[in-house]
């Protein structure tokens, strides 16, 4: 299969790899919640590609959704190129703005954008989908990088969405649509949703007490001698057939029986030609198959107006996405437990968008929210108390009651790397280790309330009962080790493997071959892995 080749591609397509896990510091004065979390919804401020990473040990595997909006690259955005990766080419790169006139900005977009795509695979269920809302300067390039990471087999649909209706005169051509391209971490499971049918077009003018309906055409595609019959307009006395290369869209006999049934109509006037009444509560059954070109979404001027009535009338965002686009991605690709993830945040329109649908259905959908920019306790976050809170003068009743929810703010900390353990400097928590340690060895989520720090005891995974000989204290570390007696009041080991990850071990490997113990010096060999 064709690969897309760019600047700096070998040195970024494991770059992922490498980076540093972090740790994840609750504020708890930017919260809204009286029990901070990492399970509840979550804003995080910081680097969204260490952000992804650092929450790996959580939520790999499990996010149902992920949307984001990152830069489109247009030369116009001020966007820096900010990566730290081992490359001289990318060294030059770093903290310049990437202007129209960079004849590498492509280059850096893409190499900004190929290990945070990587990451967010990693975080996505597999039956889990992935949209990205981006223009024509990018569209093609993205389209690439994303069948080379999620192969083409996963592509879903490029989406096409009509963010502008009036024109631009100061040009020869007025650019009215973007694109949200979609791909599935595995198609073969990964199902989009039927959407119900919008209820707004529905009405019940003559009181039917079936409830509201929606006029739809009598004919259809095709040409059936059984389906081609004559009717007649009971007012008006005039016949119709079923227009050229179509016939009507059932047989005469069920036509009869919708007629005694009172389902047929001819216009608001009973002058027109025949149409059949479909009810509300069979399109909420049936729902139907969404297109690819969304034009009846809110545009992007929609969107600013919302953000600022949010905001008392300023405009504290230059380009926010629709609530109303989000809602769409969402009703497609999740339902009402869902994980969604926004890694590039911005106005914080998907978590208006979150709890708008909760607030709407009941559902208990989370969202985790990560934006690198310094507004993001102050618009992004800002945003999202406000909707919970309510908005005064919003025009949506739910919206000016408040939508409700919580969420944990959280700020990146410092990395989690050896030279921190071997010197003493900015050594992590205990907890925040054992997270760490736990998932980079088994891949599964740590549950944080079966620890024990008296024994070290960490958890348990599919064949291993994982501990860690471990304080935040460099006189601890330098002097702790898995010892004989430590190792002997070990529970017994019911033929698990026994993984004891420690600073030192002063034992002999025959004992513990017999022993079942497994020993990993604190951080050497946390990429190891014990699969």
């Known amino acids: 299969m064709p690969t897309l080749q760019f600047k700096g591609r070998s040195v970024v397509w494991n770059h992922h790899l490498g980076v540093p896990y972090r740790e994840l510091i609750p504020c708890p004065e930017k919260s809204r919640t009286d029990k901070l979390s990492l399970h509840d919804n979550l804003i995080i401020h ?53 202007g129209i006139d960079d004849e590498e900005r492509h280059d850096k977009w893409l190499c900004m954008m190929t290990p945070r795509l990587q990451i967010l695979k990693e975080l996505l269920r597999e039956d889990g989908f992935l949209f990205i809302s981006i223009g024509d300067d990018e569209s093609l390039h993205l389209l690439n990088i994303l069948n080379d990471i999620f192969l083409e087999t996963n592509f879903v649909a490029n989406f096409i969405w009509k963010s502008r209706k009036s024109s631009q005169n100061d040009i020869d051509l007025s650019l009215s649509h973007n694109y949200v391209l979609c791909y599935a971490k595995n198609r073969s499971i990964a199902k989009l949703n039927v959407l119900g049918a919008d209820q707004s077009k529905f009405s019940n003018p003559d009181n039917d007490p079936r409830g509201d309906w929606i006029a739809d055409p009598m004919d259809a595609p095709g040409i059936r001698e059984n389906l081609n019959y004559e009717i007649g307009n009971p007012l008006t006395r005039e016949t119709y057939f079923p227009p050229q290369g179509r016939h009507w869209r059932f047989t005469e006999q069920k036509y009869t029986k919708a007629v005694r049934e009172n389902r047929i109509v001819f216009g608001k006037k009973g002058i027109t030609k025949p149409q059949f009444k479909r009810f509300w509560t069979e399109a909420m059954q049936k729902g139907k198959v969404t297109f690819t070109v969304w034009d009846e979404i809110e545009t992007a001027t929609d969107a600013s107006k919302t953000l600022m009535a949010i905001f008392d009338g300023a405009k504290v965002f230059e380009t926010p996405k629709p609530v109303s686009l989000i809602e769409r991605v969402l009703r497609l690709s999740s339902n009402g437990d869902s994980i969604i993830l926004d890694s590039f945040a911005g106005s914080g329109a998907s978590a208006h968008a979150i709890l708008s649908l909760n607030n709407e259905d009941g559902g208990n959908r989370k969202f985790i929210l990560v934006e690198c920019e310094d507004y993001a306790d102050n618009i992004t976050a800002e945003r999202v108390r406000r909707v919970i809170k309510g908005v005064p003068s919003a025009k949506k009743p739910q919206l000016r009651d408040g939508l409700g929810g919580s969420f944990s703010y959280f700020e990146l900390g410092e990395p989690i790397e050896i030279h921190s353990l071997l010197s003493g400097e900015n050594l992590p928590s205990f907890e925040e280790l054992a997270r760490y340690v736990f998932f980079t060895a088994t891949g599964e989520e740590i549950d944080l309330k079966k620890i024990d720090r008296k024994s070290y005891y960490i958890g348990s995974a599919r064949e291993y009962d994982v501990y860690m000989i471990y304080k935040p204290e460099f006189e601890f570390l330098r002097k702790s080790a898995l010892t004989l007696d430590y190792a002997k ?11 004891v990850f420690a600073p030192a071990r002063y034992l002999s490997q025959d004992f513990m071959r017999e022993y079942r113990v497994e020993f990993c010096q604190l951080p050497y060999e946390l990429y190891r892995g014990l699969k």
Do not use: F, Q
């Open 46 to 98: 910081g680097d969204n590609l260490h952000a992804l990473k650092a929450l790996l040990p959580t939520y790999a595997g499990k996010v149902k959704c992920i949307y984001i909006d990152p830069p489109y690259n247009t030369g116009n955005e001020g966007w820096k190129y900010n990566d730290n990766v081992n490359s001289p080419l990318m060294k030059e790169w770093l903290g310049k703005e990437v």
């Open 489 to 499: 009041s070990l529970p017994p080991h019911k033929l698990r493997t026994r993984v």
